[in-house]
Nanobody, 123 residues
């Protein structure tokens, strides 16, 4: 069983940066694909970035060039560096882990989920 806990959310002004961190406990996630999703109330959960066990990554078009995902298998963590934040990035951000081929941005590919951390960007 994998337990995921996110941190690093908060409120920033447009153009600012935040770093989200997700720590996994209970089992090593070194062989898992790790990802970040976000969700706005009333909307579907959206895949933001994912990184596979081999280090290959994928991003939603809306965040390419602004967000960077990385992982540290020794620390069982995945980090999302978010730069040039915009009001439309406001959402609850979730960390996820799962056995999937490639850096999937589909929520159905992930078995384990964190509780989320809120990101609010003001204009």
């Amino acid at each position: 069983q994998v337990h995921l806990v996110e941190s690093g959310g908060g409120s920033v002004q447009a153009g600012g940066s935040l770093t989200l961190t997700c720590v996994a406990t209970g089992s090593s996630v070194s062989s898992y694909c790790l990802a970040w999703f976000r969700q706005v109330p009333g909307q579907e959960r959206e895949g933001v970035a994912a990184i596979d066990s081999d280090g290959s990554s994928g991003y939603a078009d809306s965040v390419k060039g602004r967000f960077t995902i990385s992982r540290d298998n020794a620390k069982n963590t995945v980090v999302l560096q978010m730069n040039s934040l915009q009001p439309e990035d406001t959402a609850m951000y979730y960390c996820a882990a799962g056995n999937t081929n490639g850096a999937s941005l589909s929520a159905s590919s992930y078995k384990y989920w964190g509780q989320g951390t809120q990101v609010t960007v003001s204009s």
